[in-house]
């Protein structure tokens, strides 16, 4: 119980004083997730605010690889808001509609595969040439994430997934280092990636329907 509290302490001290360039950052990034998860198209510009103040954050502190892997998600963030944008657009051009998707299980397993692959070698070259401590855990984490980031631009239902599980993962690493505000941090992404999940899926769902619906309409117009 005493080091529950003294976590819950050490947790709201560090959320209190943090500058405000980095408060700025954590707020607009839990918003990205929360606007994410409901599909709304303004994630992006919370995404495209918090990366580039991440950006900016790493490479004061010579967290240099950490600013790198914010750069790529600048470029996703932009992506993504494009690739989003031709929804708004379907009602009055022809532009194709950007639909919520699945991907096979045999998709995903060729993905985790090629995935894994990659984090081992990148784990081992971090084991062999860096310090990193944790160097596979952190390599999985980073390789993963960059996967799941495109996911999400896709909309593919599944990226809410891989994300709890790079959560849970970045939970346990956060806590053996004793950043347990981060730790905390990233519960939280746990829960919003769970709640992201849950609406992208009833969205899907919704769209089946819709188009179950107009092709049963279609047939009887034709038929």
């Known amino acids: 119980m005493a080091n529950f509290?003294?976590?819950?302490?050490?947790i709201m001290t560090y959320f209190?004083?943090?500058?405000?360039?980095?408060?700025?950052?954590?707020?607009?990034?839990?918003?990205?997730v929360l606007l994410a998860?409901?599909?709304?198209?303004?994630?992006?510009?919370?995404?495209?605010?918090?990366t580039v103040l991440y950006?900016?954050?790493?490479?004061?502190?010579?967290?240099?690889?950490?600013?790198?892997?914010?750069?790529?998600?600048?470029l996703m963030a932009v992506y993504g808001w494009f690739c989003w944008q031709k929804n708004t657009q379907s009602k009055s051009t022809a532009a194709k509609v950007l639909l919520y998707s699945q991907w096979s299980l045999q998709r995903h397993s060729i993905a985790i595969l090629v995935l894994t692959l990659l984090s081992i070698m990148l784990g081992w070259l971090m084991a062999t040439y860096t310090p990193t401590h944790f160097p596979y855990l952190d390599s999985a984490t980073t390789v993963f994430a960059v996967f799941a980031?495109?996911?999400?631009?896709?909309?593919?239902?599944?990226?809410?997934?891989?994300?709890?599980?790079?959560?849970?993962?970045?939970?346990?690493?956060y806590i053996e280092k004793s950043l347990i505000p981060t730790a905390a941090l990233f519960a939280a992404y746990v829960v919003l990636a769970s709640y992201g999940y849950w609406q992208w899926r009833k969205k899907y769902k919704e769209q089946l329907n819709q188009n179950?619906?107009?092709?049963?309409?279609h047939q009887s117009v034709t038929g």
Do not use: H
């Not at 509290?5 to 050490?10: C, Y």
């Not at 409901?38 to 510009?45: A, D, L, T």
């Not at 967290?63 to 790529?72: I, T, V």
């Not at 179950?212 to 309409?217: D, K, M, P, S, W």
């Open 37 to 50: 998860a409901k599909g709304n198209i303004w994630c992006w510009p919370a995404a495209i605010l918090s």
């Open 149 to 173: 980031t495109y996911l999400v631009t896709q909309k593919v239902l599944e990226n809410w997934l891989y994300f709890i599980v790079i959560d849970f993962v970045s939970i346990y690493l």
């Open 212 to 217: 179950t619906t107009e092709l049963y309409r």
């Open 16 to 32: 209190t004083t943090l500058p405000a360039l980095e408060l700025i950052a954590v707020a607009a990034s839990l918003l990205y």
């Open 55 to 74: 950006t900016v954050i790493f490479y004061d502190v010579y967290l240099w690889m950490d600013s790198a892997l914010q750069l790529y998600y600048l």
């Open 5 to 10: 509290a003294s976590a819950a302490s050490e």
